[in-house]
């Protein structure tokens, strides 16, 4: 039984080690990488409407020496920051720090934050301060529950919406229609700061978070079969309604991604591309998905842990019940004697 001990404990010594989460920047943070033209950092030089601004504001967006407001914590307000230079970047991650914190109460407060990835920019509209029917990518950080019958997830909920400018994005359900995955996050109202991580490469969306101030990434979507093109602009809105908060932006930090692609891809006009997802239901189809999302949801860590968990807890009650079983065995076989 010694020898079996010793084997448990290395085996969760195993799982312990593969189940540490990602640690620091998902680029390791290579400055060289960094692509300061579509970066939006202290002290925010370089944002206005001048001709050489590389930042554009609008709406109730305030700028300052330490954030970027989107909207302050009134009701019925809209603002937005975009980049005025478009991305021809293949492959890119897009690191956000922002803060959501305000007066109201639990559930008293909204609406939330867009990161956006888009063909326009600066054109206000009903989804978090920007227009509907866009055309790229939208990855919401949604703070007000509006479906009363999706009570399978909590809110802070974040999720992506990939959009070739045909479709609606539902409010009065969440989004869940056009949804592409998504997480809960417990990003308001933290005495620390909170990230978010946007990286698309090679057709694979992946978006991480960083809000428990534990300096590390948590995977909160990762999905294949993404097209998007290049040329389109990012951009950061937020909204208030009823209920409001207070939307800041601290910084976004745009780094390239040195990822090598066929020649047939080299030679494509990413211009051209459509954005669009390669999925096995269409999005009309996850209106009736009660989980809310297009595919299976992935094995995360913890779920795996449990899993391996549930495997040693087996291993060690068959162990006990061999000695048991052995034990009398040999008592049975000393009566013959």
């Keep these: ?67 970027v407001r989107l909207t302050p914590d009134e009701r019925s307000k809209q603002g937005s920051i975009w980049n005025t230079v478009p991305c021809y970047l293949k492959d890119w991650e897009m690191h956000v720090q922002f803060k959501v914190h305000g007066s109201g109460k639990k559930n008293l407060h909204g609406d939330g934050i867009a990161i956006w990835y888009t063909k326009d920019r600066l054109h206000p509209g009903p989804v978090f301060g920007n227009q509907d029917q866009f055309l790229g990518l939208a990855i919401f950080l949604d703070t007000f529950r509006n479906d009363l019958h999706g009570m399978d997830r909590s809110f802070p909920y974040i999720s992506a919406m990939v959009n070739n400018g045909s479709v609606n994005y539902d409010h009065g359900k969440d989004g869940r229609s056009s949804e592409l995955g998504g997480c809960s996050a417990e990003i308001r109202n933290r005495e620390h700061d909170t990230y978010l991580a946007i990286r698309y490469s090679k057709g694979r969306l992946t978006v991480m978070v960083d809000v428990d101030d534990k300096n590390e990434w948590k995977e909160c979507i990762d999905i294949g079969g993404v097209r998007l093109p290049t040329g389109y602009f990012f951009g950061a809105s937020a909204a208030t309604g009823d209920l409001s908060d207070n939307h800041d932006i601290i910084s976004m930090k745009l780094y390239q991604l040195m990822v090598e692609h066929t020649p047939e891809e080299e030679n494509l006009d990413w211009t051209k591309i459509e954005p669009s997802v390669s999925l096995l239901k269409s999005p009309k189809d996850n209106i009736d998905d009660p989980t809310g999302n297009f595919r299976g949801t992935p094995l995360t860590g913890w779920k795996v842990f449990l899993l391996l968990l549930c495997a040693l807890l087996g291993i060690v009650v068959c162990a006990v019940v061999g000695a048991v079983v052995f034990q009398k065995r040999q008592e049975r076989n000393k009566r013959f004697y």
């Design 1 to 67: 039984m010694g020898g079996f001990r010793a084997f448990l404990r290395a085996a969760v010594v195993l799982v312990v080690l593969d189940l540490d989460p990602v640690c620091c920047d998902i680029t390791d943070g290579n400055a060289e990488h960094l692509k300061r033209e579509h970066s939006l950092m202290k002290p925010y030089q370089g944002v206005g409407s001048s001709p050489t601004s590389q930042w554009d504001f609008w709406g109730s967006t305030l700028v300052t020496s330490s954030y």
